[in-house]
C-alpha cells in the first residue's frame, strides 16, 4: 500500500486538477452573471449546507468508507454488512433530521419563499446522495471510479451554470439548479457502473453494526463543525460586521486559495488509506517521517509559484471590484498549508479509531478563529479574516502533534522548514510591498529555482510514477 500512495495520489490528482480548472473558468462567468451580493448569497447557502450536513447524517458516509477500506477484497458478505446498515441508518437520519430542519425553517425563516426552501432541501439530499455513493466507491478501492465521478460532477456543473445562468440568465436560482443537477447525474454514474445496488441485503439490517458505525463517527460531527466555524464564521462576521458585498470578495479570494486546497486534498485522499493500512507496522515512525517532511516542502514550496501567479490572474482577469481580494489571498493559502499539516497528523484519530480524540483541538481552533474575527474584523477589515484562519489553523496543528504522540513520532526537518519558512517570509513581504507586474515576475522565477531545489528528488520520483501509471492504463 506504500507504493500505491503516490500512484493514488496521481489518479487522484489527475481528477480534482480537471475538476478545479473547470470551476476556475467559471470564476469570470460567476462575476459576470452574478452580483457580488448574489455571489456571498450563493456562498452562505454552500456553506450552511457544508455545516447540517455532517448533524442530519451523523457523517455515516465517513464511517462507511473507514469501515470498507480494511475488508479483504474477497469478503462479499462483509461489504453488504457495512454498506446495507450504512445505508439504512442514512436514510433514517435523513428524515429525522429533515423534519426537524423544516420546523425550524417555519417557525423562524418564515420569510423565505418556498421555492428557495424546496431548493435547499433537495440541494442538500443530493448532496448526501452523491458523498454517501463516492465514500462507498471509494472503500471499495475503486480509486479512478471515484476520481472520475469528481470529473463528470464539474463538467455537469459547468454545462448547466451554461443553461440556467447564461441562456436562462436565472441568476442565484440558476446557481442552485445546477449543482442539484450535478450532484444527480453524478451519483447515477457511480451507481451505473460500480453496482453498489448488489451490496445491499434486507438480511444483513444489523443494530450492533450500524451502532459501531455511529460510535466512530458522531465524534467527527464536533470535529467537521469546528471546520465549519473556522471557514463559515468568517462569512458571516464579515457580513455582520463589513456586509454581503465584502463577503462577496472573501470567497473570491477563497477560491484562489482552493487551487492548493485541491492538492493537499488529493494527498490527503491517497495519505489516508495508505496510513492506515500501514498503522499496525512496526516501522510507521520511518515511513510517516519520510512523507511528512516531503509533504511539507512541497506545499510551502508550491505557495511561493500560486502567489505570483494569483497576482496575475486577479489583476487581469477579473472585474476592478475584486482586486481587493487579493491582500487576503496570501493569509487563506498559508491558512490551508496549516489545516493540510492539521489533517495528516489527525489520520492517526481514523487509524486508531478513536476519533474522540480529534475534538479537542477541532473546538479549541475553532474558538479561536471566532473570537479573534470578532477582535480583528472591525479594526482591520477583511485581512482580519484571514490572520484569524491562519493562527485558528496553526493553533490545531501544534495541538495535534501533542495529542499524536502516542501513536507515532514524526521527526520534522527543523533545518529545510526554518529555510522554507524564512523564505516564504520574504516573498510575503515583497508581494504585499510591491505590486507590479515585474516584481511579480521576478518572484515567480525565482519559486520555480526553489521549487525544484526542494522538490528535485520527489519530482523525479513522481515523473517515474506518471509512466508506471501510464503502462497501469
Known amino acids: 500500500m506504500r507504493n500505491n500512495l503516490i500512484y493514488n495520489t496521481i489518479i487522484y490528482s489527475i481528477a480534482n486538477l480537471l475538476s478545479k480548472i473547470i470551476n476556475f473558468l467559471m470564476l469570470p462567468l460567476y462575476t459576470y452573471y452574478l452580483s457580488i451580493s448574489e455571489l456571498g448569497r450563493f456562498d452562505l447557502v454552500i456553506n450552511t449546507i457544508t455545516l447540517l450536513i455532517p448533524i442530519i447524517t451523523l457523517h455515516i458516509s465517513e464511517a462507511t468508507y473507514r469501515f470498507l477500506v480494511e475488508v479483504e477484497e474477497d469478503n462479499v458478505k462483509e461489504k453488504e454488512k457495512i454498506i446495507t446498515n450504512a445505508f439504512v441508518g442514512l436514510m433514517t437520519n435523513i428524515i429525522i433530521g429533515y423534519i426537524l430542519i423544516f420546523i425550524v425553517f417555519s417557525f423562524y425563516f418564515s420569510s423565505i419563499k418556498a421555492l428557495e426552501i424546496f431548493l435547499w432541501f433537495i440541494l442538500s439530499f443530493s448532496n448526501i446522495l452523491f458523498t454517501f455513493s463516492q465514500q462507498i466507491v471509494r472503500g471499495l478501492k475503486k480509486n479512478k471510479k471515484f476520481a472520475i465521478s469528481g470529473i463528470i460532477n464539474s463538467l455537469l456543473l459547468a454545462l448547466m451554470n451554461l ?15 445546477s449543482n442539484i443537477i450535478s450532484y444527480i447525474l453524478s451519483s447515477i454514474y457511480l451507481h451505473a457502473t460500480t453496482n453498489i445496488i448488489k451490496y445491499f441485503n434486507y438480511r444483513c439490517i444489523d443494530f450492533k453494526i450500524y451502532r459501531s458505525l455511529i460510535l466512530y463517527s458522531i465524534p467527527l460531527i464536533p470535529n467537521l463543525l469546528s471546520w465549519w466555524v473556522i471557514n463559515f464564521s468568517d462569512r458571516l462576521l464579515i457580513s455582520h460586521y463589513l456586509g454581503l458585498k465584502q463577503n462577496g470578495i472573501y470567497a473570491i479570494a477563497n477560491r484562489f486559495s482552493t487551487i492548493l486546497f485541491f ?12 496510513a492506515i493500512l500501514s498503522f499496525k507496522d ?20 508550491v505557495v511561493l509559484l500560486i502567489l505570483p501567479t494569483i497576482a496575475f490572474v486577479i489583476r487581469f482577469l477579473l472585474d476592478d471590484s475584486y482586486i481587493s481580494a487579493l491582500v487576503v489571498v496570501p493569509l487563506l493559502l498559508y491558512s490551508v498549508v496549516f489545516s493540510s499539516f492539521s489533517s495528516f497528523y489527525g489520520v492517526a484519530f481514523q487509524s486508531s479509531k478513536n476519533t474522540n480524540e480529534a475534538v479537542f483541538s477541532s ?44 501513536y507515532f513520532n514524526i521527526k520534522i526537518n527543523i533545518k529545510e522548514f526554518t529555510y522554507l519558512v524564512a523564505i516564504n517570509l520574504v516573498f510575503i513581504a515583497i508581494f504585499y510591498s510591491y505590486q507590479t507586474i515585474y516584481i511579480e515576475i521576478a518572484l515567480f522565477t525565482c519559486s520555480i529555482i526553489i521549487f525544484f531545489y526542494f522538490n528535485r528528488y520527489l519530482v523525479i520520483k513522481i515523473l517515474k510514477n506518471i509512466l508506471d501509471f501510464q503502462r497501469r492504463s
Do not use: C, H
Not at 263 to 274: D, I, K, P, R, Y
Open 163 to 177: 443553461i440556467f445562468l447564461v441562456m436562462l440568465k436565472m441568476g442565484y436560482k440558476g446557481l442552485l439548479l
Open 282 to 301: 512496526k516501522d510507521k515512525d520511518i515511513y510517516y517521517t519520510q512523507v511528512f517532511n516531503k509533504y511539507y516542502k512541497f506545499l510551502l514550496s
Open 363 to 406: 473546538i479549541g481552533a475553532g474558538i479561536v478563529n471566532i473570537f479573534l474575527n470578532i477582535l480583528f474584523l472591525p479594526q482591520i477589515g477583511i485581512i482580519g479574516a484571514g490572520i484569524s484562519t491562519l493562527l485558528s489553523f496553526g493553533f490545531m496543528w501544534l495541538i495535534r502533534i501533542y495529542q499524536t504522540r502516542k
Open 263 to 274: 492538492m493537499t486534498t488529493v494527498f490527503n485522499l491517497a495519505w489516508q488509506e495508505s
